[in-house]
């Protein structure tokens, strides 16, 4: 395995020529044994460990064993505690989507430079339960062409190696792990797939995962070629300036419609609205049609692509001036648009309940605080998160239908710090603690 590890570095990963090296490491067998897959073939590395706290004492464990191992073979080491189960109720998200994002924000404080590489330890069997998980779920081509090997400044080197070879080199080489105990657990659905689903097919088909990974790898290579003939169609067809980009309106109705899911991915078409857009598209001059984030317009035989914060939030530019209101005291009732807020002081921690009320450290709130609509370029550190966050990111993450999206208001402290999205989420910075002194209780209604 380490050979064939070595030659992968070399011909796929340029023997990470220049780079700045961090793995990603539970303390389990499969980040383990990337480590000292790297330690064995030279190479020096970072290790960063999310603690994410759901597994009482087991995850503490896993935290000191990491800090052993570093210690043992003196690598660099980070760990960082996240309080998932509050952050994923506070912000209305799974526990896996949760602890993802924690993660992976935590990562991207590390990665500030192009140098920099995050390594990940996914092998070709969590390709093949990614291929069976998104197939349940129902995706497009791209969802069924398997996990990345490298992502940005994610790179993956296990993805050749299955658990198999993973197994054998930890037991050949007797490296101690961590085993997470969750892996067996039924509910989550990665360890149906894993034991109910893989298993049930292996027990009909002869070398069945290699087959599959084969049957990935085709649906990569038809995937990369779509995406390549996209980019050729739209550095032929497509004229842009400062603010739109124009394209023939019968050059685009005369492709086929996954086609046109390629072309205009990066402007909010997908599967469940490309036949709409077609429909759109065939109207007379001046119809148009919506994303999220972009405004497609038919303009004689052109279509006229411009991102859509230019049209509706200019709408809703004289509100942002108009009607944000100030806070200096407290109990207080604010009622913008259709959203009323209710504040007061409160004397202790209430428990967390489902009607849109949030609570904040009020000595870490410079007043008077602001009542506004969110404007295109707000940015607030997430709960638990250790960067900022553009708002239309948080809004377009949790699906915000786009007339909610202009409604949404933000409370702004005096320093011109975000410090919550009412009935949404809250800025780590005012989180409540437990040497909280004066607690802001906040309740969202509509009116």
């Not at 607030?380 to 377009?396: A, R």
Request: aromatic share 10%; with cysteine; proline share 2%.
């Amino acid at each position: 395995m380490l050979e064939k590890f070595k030659s992968i570095l070399k011909y796929e990963f340029d023997n990470f020529q220049g780079k700045e090296l961090y793995l990603a490491i539970s303390g389990g067998k499969d980040s383990v044994c990337l480590s000292q897959l790297l330690l064995a073939a030279g190479f020096s590395h970072t290790l960063l460990h999310c603690n994410f706290q759901l597994r009482e004492s087991e995850s503490d464990l896993d935290e000191d064993f990491i800090k052993n191992y570093a210690e043992q073979h003196q690598l660099q080491f980070f760990v960082k505690k996240f309080d998932t189960a509050v952050v994923a109720q506070e912000q209305n998200l799974t526990i896996q989507v949760t602890a993802r994002n924690l993660r992976y924000g935590w990562f991207d404080t590390f990665l500030t430079t192009s140098n920099k590489i995050l390594l990940t330890a996914h092998h070709a069997d969590d390709a093949i339960e990614t291929f069976f998980i998104n197939l349940m779920r129902g995706t497009a081509l791209q969802g069924l062409s398997g996990i990345k090997r490298k992502n940005g400044q994610i790179f993956r080197p296990l993805l050749s190696f299955s658990v198999d070879d993973i197994n054998s080199y930890i037991t050949q080489n007797n490296l101690e792990f961590r085993q997470d105990q969750s892996n067996a657990d039924m509910k989550y659905l990665r360890n149906y797939v894993r034991h109910q689903v893989i298993a049930a097919f292996e027990k009909k088909s002869d070398n069945f995962k290699p087959k599959v990974v084969k049957t990935i790898d085709s649906l990569s290579q038809v995937d990369k070629w779509i995406h390549k003939q996209a980019k050729s169609f739209c550095e032929e067809h497509f004229t842009s300036n400062n603010s739109a980009i124009s394209v023939g309106k019968k050059t685009v109705l005369n492709q086929d419609n996954i086609f046109l899911t390629y072309i205009f991915a990066p402007f909010g078409i997908h599967r469940s609205n490309v036949e709409n857009l077609r429909t759109v598209l065939n109207a007379k001059t001046g119809a148009k049609f919506l994303t999220d984030s972009f405004q497609f317009n038919v303009n004689r035989e052109q279509i006229v692509i411009s991102e859509l914060i230019q049209e509706v939030f200019a709408l809703h530019s004289k509100q942002i001036h108009e009607q944000t209101k100030e806070i200096n005291s407290f109990p207080q009732i604010i009622s913008i648009g259709k959203t009323k807020l209710y504040f007061q002081i409160i004397p202790k921690t209430l428990p967390f309940s489902n009607d849109q009320s949030q609570q904040f450290d009020l000595d870490k709130i410079t007043l008077p605080i602001s009542v506004r609509y969110w404007q295109y370029g707000d940015r607030i550190q997430p709960l638990g998160m250790e960067g900022s966050k553009l708002i239309s990111d948080i809004l377009t993450d949790k699906k915000t239908p786009l007339f909610q999206k202009s409604e949404t208001l933000i409370l702004v402290d005096s320093n011109h710090t975000l410090i919550a999205i009412p009935g949404i989420l809250i800025a780590e910075n005012v989180k409540v603690q437990f040497n909280t002194k004066s607690i802001l209780h906040l309740k969202v209604t509509s009116q």
